[in-house]
């Protein structure tokens, strides 16, 4: 059954007029940056239909009923993604009760899975929607525990229905992080993550031992350590947080000790080991804007580091920018153009703010231009690493989204300045 | 006869003893004739700046597209400098035989960039217990800590920020007060001290702070203000005794001379900050989001006669804009932070864009190393984002918001800002129109001296700190 969805119709690209009930889209004659093999296709068109990607071939033409999107000299991405925020888990950062993405509570740790308290009503998801995100990794932020917990993969949909996918990941932190919650060494933060693995590797193939009411003397909670069952099953990754060169490699060889897949998340000196990272095949996630010396454990940080870490072959996933990772999710498209600034291909830059993540976090049928996946699809009015452009068209599954937040409302009150007294009526 | 401060009796006198005193420029000590009597004995301010531009020969930036900082856009034009000033801009220039030339084809020219809000030096890189130097977090008014004071010269954010074009910066106390004490501009170039970065003559500012930050801090301690009308009874009540202050010491230089002289009354280091504030010496800079909160500092500069140079964040500056640009006071702002606290909750990306459309004084600043380094960038998409709503914004226009703008919100635009004739050669070659994504700075020059060149590792400065630090026959980058 195809899905329907009524056409916004403020934007002058479309060629129909009013309000119509469209099923499928034909987008025409657009620079499309697949992030596939493909790269980059001059003058294609693009059929979708269902919210499925049809058909990237040039000249298509249709005779079933559809919409038109020109795209004469713009440009196509799949929608982007982050990977790494807290949205629908913050609203303001300094008011606590808007914020839901740690928990002093002791009995979770690894088990704290932040799928319930996300928040599709957030004023965050069309903020950052209406400027070419459409997806986004949902991380827990430190807690009680070395271990964070569980991060979701979300689509930025104003409901939660379908946008969820729970429990991509687990999170934990090592060097600075990861020693002040361990005791204040990173010998006892290495400890704690070693043993909390092997006991959760034990516990998995003596679960049945352990029941309600068995006396049991782990270092984590029963809770906990089941949850790291899927991280030593290899069902999700482990994100870990660290900067270091040497405390990389010691993440590596933790990994490679017990077998699981290791994401490393910062990575400020991830360059200096990066064929050591590749040959792991262990995938980064970083800001490429960020080259400030701003703790002891990150001097060597640079604005080339994205760009030596792709030469090596690593597997990169951007965030940023900076610390709005969050709020301005969608100004990751800034940092991926800042590491083409500084020696990245672009079609490079671009997979690392698309299918990238995508595949490192096993998120299905997202991430590429190409036939099969769903329509998360940005019309860009420009180069989509310009800061100069924006966001003209955004599909998420199929549906035209409007490009409307709460900042454009307060925007449009207050474009001009006359008749203030009845700026309460302007909506 | 004690010294007493310039600045202060240039002012003092040329309200009070307009005729009698002859007025001496320069900041030398000095003795003017007063009423035919005494002398007195000025001296400048305390830690002058003893900055020394670094010797350059002449040269001529040749066949670059120019962003001249005042409203113009030059193609294929020649920026000729001489003596470390700017000395032509156009097309066409006579250019001296032996001058040294660049070729800057393709390429762009800017004013050096400057940024209105730092935190460099006072909290520096790496971010360690022992570098939270920027904010006296001990009383609510603290007009009497200086920035400078607290500045680490060795702070790698700064050989980054000159990466990033950056030729001057003020560098500002945080905003946990209500009035945090005088900020300072400093030349963005590598010096032993603090001195030696001031940028000669720059006034200094004064840190005020509206809203979350003051009340949260003091609020949480069981004291005033832990409301936003404490902290507006806290501004008031400091500027009262710096009328009072500023009064004694007042009638104090009047008695100079005088049968009655009166005893010289005791300097406050709190107060001799205000003072001159409402002298008009120190230019008030104020950490203010929110719509009514400026319309409410306003009114306080109104009721004690002092001038608002710049509200700093500005995060609702769009909603108020009209008043800004009729009260002549400028807004630095980001491009597009929000959220982070409910006072940044209203920010909208057009905000830059429609300060400017108000023909309101807008400024792009960062209140972030990562951020100054890309300034050019911050300044782009805040451009765009007004230029997609209808505006026809253009680089010429928008480079203001960098470099000209700013110099004017912290006093030195008479001497850098912008490329005309007799500015300071504070200039930056761009690999790009400095409002692409790809743009680099590649040579920047302060005062006429190449201070960076991207292709030339002999010409990019290293810290005290990046020497060795992470290997040891090695910088750090």
Redesign the interface.
Known sequence: MKIFFRVVVSLSVFTTSLSVIAEDFLIKNATIHTASKQGVLSSTDIYVSDGFIMQVAKNISLKSKHTLIDATGKHITPGLINASTQLGL??????ASTVDYSTKNEQQGASFNIAPALNFRST?IPQNRINGLTRAIVRPAGGTSIFHGQGSAITLLSERQGAVSEQVAQYASYGIAGANISGGSRASAYSVLDKALDEANYLRHNRNQYKPGFVWNFSQSLQDLDALKAVLEKKIPLVISVHRSDDIMQMIALAKKHSIRLIIAGASEAWMVANQIARAKVPVIMDP????????E???I?LDAAAILNDAGVKLAFTGV?W?S???AY?VR?SA??A??YGMPAEDAIKAITINTAEIFGIKNYGQISVGMETDIVVW?GDP??????ADVVLIKGNNQPLVSR??R??DR??D?KDIQNKAFTR | MDKIELRSILIFMSKRLLSSFVLIAGLSACTPESNGEKKIIRKESPFPSTYQAVKAESFVIEHATVLTGTGKQLDDASVLVENGKIKVVGNNIYVPPETKRFDASGKWVTPGIIDVHSHLGVYS????ESTQDGNEMTAPVTAEVWAEHSVWTQD??MQ?ALAGGVTTFQVLPGSGNLIGGRGVTLKNVFARSVQAMKFPDAPHSLKMACG?NPK?FYGSKGRSPSTRMGNVAGYRAAWIEAEAYRETWDKYYESLGSKKEKDKPKKDLNLETLAEVLRGNILVHNHCYRAEEMLVMIDIAKEFNYKISAFHHAVEA??V??VLAKENICSAMWA???????EA??????NAA?VEN?KACAIIHSD????I??LN?EA??A???G???GLSLEPKTVISWITSNAAKAIGIDDKTGSLEENKMADIVVWSHNP??????AEKVFIDGALMYDRNDRSKQPVSDFDLG??DPQGE??
């Not at chain 1, 913050?90 to 008011?95: D, L, Q, Y």
């Not at chain 2, 909750?345 to 057009?350: L, S």
């Not at chain 2, 972030?368 to 951020?371: D, E, H, K």
């Open positions: 913050v609203e303001i950062g300094a008011a965050l804007i960020l080259n400030l010396p701003d703790s002891f990150s001097l060597s640079r900076d709005q969050t709020h301005n100004l800034q153009g800042n083409v600034a009015d690493l310009e800061l100069t452009t924006n900042a454009t307060l925007r207050y474009w300045l | 890189s790496p971010g360690i790698p954010g980054l979350e949260r769009y909603k804009a009209d597009d932070w929000w959220g982070f606290k409910h909750f209203d920010q909208v990306r057009e429609m108000a972030s190393a990562i951020g380094q890309h960038q782009a998409k451009m765009a984002a230029n997609k709503n409002f692409s994504i790809y743009a680099r630090i992470t750090r980058l």
